[in-house]
């Protein structure tokens, strides 16, 4: 094998497949990635057998072939090398790989490609396009809800469920849960998946970068997802299990509704938050505490050695004076994700799940269950 390529375009498709390669597994060939040059065609791929990532880059193929080649150090090289320069990257029969560029020469040893582990294809069929910026917005509007309890796994992702010409997003960690959907999508497929947070993560940083793509294209399996942007593919398998009926811990009975101003409210929480006390337990020092009376909110804390604090906040409530207690993070994580100036927090009593939506926007929904002290 033997091609060369611009210094730029090298390290852009490493820094794009390095998150995903693995360099504390017990198998030495997932510490590389793999490169093959075919046809007009430079691809470089990457895998720790949950997570895969595959992208072309522009180059001149000299010889055809495959190789595998130890990412950190091959990075580490490239990046010192001069980008006025072209880089020639060569492997032989034997896997051992040079790298060239002016009177730099580099000498080091690959894998053979045939160990590494096979990539499965982006699904030809079951797959659907939806645009770049809302899938990532969907995304992150859940994803603070996950549970990080690993006992819990099947919450230890986001629940993506596509039915009805719609794409449904949920997450739960059985105290709170945050629920979108969205009907832009051109699809008429079917499925459910719940995808791992670490994928979430990666997906997220792939729809946050450079490329110019506004339509991302999405496949589903049984036990896979993928997607698809410009040329780039990333793959993750799924979360093996059931997901908790999310319909039945939205509450359908709700007597009282307030409007908050989103950015004063988060401003009050974040204030009273510093006053909580940073034990795990369900106590008072833990909570903040909302109270309702007549056009009138009071956020408050107090927990014991730190001190106490109120803010006062003028609503448009009218039913019986209530408290509600609420762990301030909760509070704060849906209330940074509202992207209005009001949301609507909508309860029964102090005891019983409460919900938050946008004022306006009706695909978006969080609950959150107060807190018993």
Known sequence: ?????????????????????????????????????KGNKIKLSSTDLEMAIQCYIKGEIVEE?????????????????????EIEIKADETNQINITSDKSKFNFMGIS???????????????????RGLFASMLKKTIFA???????????????????NKLKIIATDGRR??????????????????????????ILRLLSSDVKAETIKIGITDNQIALG??????????????????????????????????????????????????????DRSTAVKFYFNSNLLRISAS?????????????D?????????????????VLQNIDEEFAILEFKDSLNPAVIVPKTNKNYLCVVMPMRV
């Open 1 to 37: 094998m033997r091609v060369l390529c611009g210094k730029e375009e090298l390290m852009k498709g490493i820094q794009t497949i390095s998150p995903i390669a693995s360099s504390k597994s017990t198998l030495p060939v997932l510490s590389n990635f793999l490169f093959e040059a």
């Open 65 to 85: 072939g495959g190789i595998t080649i130890p990412i950190k150090r091959s990075a580490d090289i490239i990046k010192e090398l001069s980008t006025e320069k």
């Open 113 to 131: 490609q045939t160990e590494y582990p096979i990539i499965p294809e982006f699904p030809k069929e079951n797959n659907f396009t939806i645009k």
């Open 146 to 164: 996950v549970s990080k309890d690993s006992q819990r796994y099947v919450l230890n992702g986001v629940y993506l469920i596509v039915e009805d």
């Open 177 to 202: 849960l945050a629920y979108i959907f969205t009907d832009e999508i051109d699809t008429v497929i079917k499925g459910k998946s719940i995808i791992p947070t670490k994928a979430i993560t990666d």
């Open 229 to 282: 942007i410009e040329e780039i593919t990333f793959l993750s398998t799924l979360i093996e299990g059931i997901f908790p009926n999310y319909e039945q811990v939205i509450p359908k009975t709700l007597e009282s509704k307030v409007k908050l101003n989103v950015k004063d409210t988060l401003v009050a929480v974040k204030q009273m938050a510093l006053l909580t006390s940073d034990k795990l337990s369900s």
């Open 303 to 315: 927990a014991a050695g730190i001190g106490s604090g109120e803010v006062e906040l003028e609503t």
């Open 317 to 333: 409530y009218e039913g019986e004076s209530v408290e509600i207690n609420f762990n301030p993070n909760f509070i704060k994580e």
